[in-house]
């Protein structure tokens, strides 16, 4: 699935299809989870209750896999999003086009389970804590899409996602590399201190 620089994407949980042709989930939600798992090093994310808060959702799509055809959108009223104290919960009416109704059996046959959102985050909308190695993302600048996804990404290979680790790897990396360095040269200077008492 192609990816648009500069925005991040994030698989989340379980679509369901419902009698009505609507398919509800959530393209988002709070609870914190797994971003990558890098030299053996779990790297958290977690959105913030109030990220949505003053996000622009004007007129987001739903699309499949993020491209191409659009499925529901807001302005005709066949997408509603809603936050609620889970997360971002869609719902979706596909019962306009045969297009559409075609997503809606796929869904509810089981073969595509899963949603996901494109969106990018607002200047200074993120913390990164590195004693619990988790990324707290505070405000989201503009939600773009949300997605029923085929396979969803394995967030440790987003673009996003690693660009964002990639730095942070480095730093903590950099912190080591100088706290063992400090730790040899105390070593050599209380071994130094020892042969001076003799």
């Known amino acids: 699935?192609?990816?648009?620089?500069?925005?991040?994407?994030?698989?989340?949980?379980?679509?369901?299809?419902?009698?009505?042709?609507?398919?509800?989930?959530?393209a988002s939600t709070?609870?914190?989870?797994?971003?990558?798992?890098i030299e053996g090093v779990d790297y958290y994310?977690?959105?913030?209750?109030?990220?949505?808060?003053?996000?622009?959702?004007?007129?987001?799509i739903m699309q499949y896999d993020h491209e191409g055809r659009v499925y529901a959108r807001q302005s005709n009223g066949t997408l509603f999003l809603n936050v609620d104290e889970r997360g971002l919960a869609v719902e979706a009416d596909l019962?306009?086009?045969?297009?559409?109704?075609?997503l809606y059996e796929d869904i509810k046959a089981g073969l595509i389970t899963k949603m996901s959102f494109?969106?990018?985050?607002?200047?200074?909308?993120?913390?990164?804590?590195?004693?619990?190695?988790?990324?707290?993302?505070?405000?989201?600048?503009?939600?773009?899409?949300?997605?029923a996804v085929s396979i969803p990404a394995n967030p440790g290979t987003d673009i996003s996602a690693r660009s964002f680790l990639d730095g942070?790897?480095?730093?903590e990396r950099a912190e080591r590399l100088r706290a063992e360095e400090r730790a040899q040269?105390?070593?050599?200077?209380?071994?130094k201190l020892k042969l001076m008492e003799r």
């Open 1 to 26: 699935m192609p990816r648009v620089a500069g925005r991040e994407y994030r698989d989340m949980q379980p679509m369901q299809a419902a009698e009505d042709m609507k398919v509800r989930g959530y």
């Open 30 to 37: 709070f609870e914190k989870y797994v971003l990558a798992r």
């Open 45 to 60: 994310e977690q959105i913030d209750p109030h990220a949505f808060d003053k996000a622009d959702m004007a007129d987001v």
């Open 95 to 102: 019962s306009k086009t045969a297009t559409q109704r075609g």
């Open 118 to 147: 494109a969106f990018t985050i607002a200047e200074g909308g993120d913390d990164y804590d590195p004693k619990t190695h988790t990324r707290t993302i505070y405000a989201i600048r503009k939600v773009f899409d949300v997605s």
């Open 168 to 171: 942070v790897i480095e730093a």
């Open 185 to 191: 040269q105390r070593a050599k200077l209380l071994l």
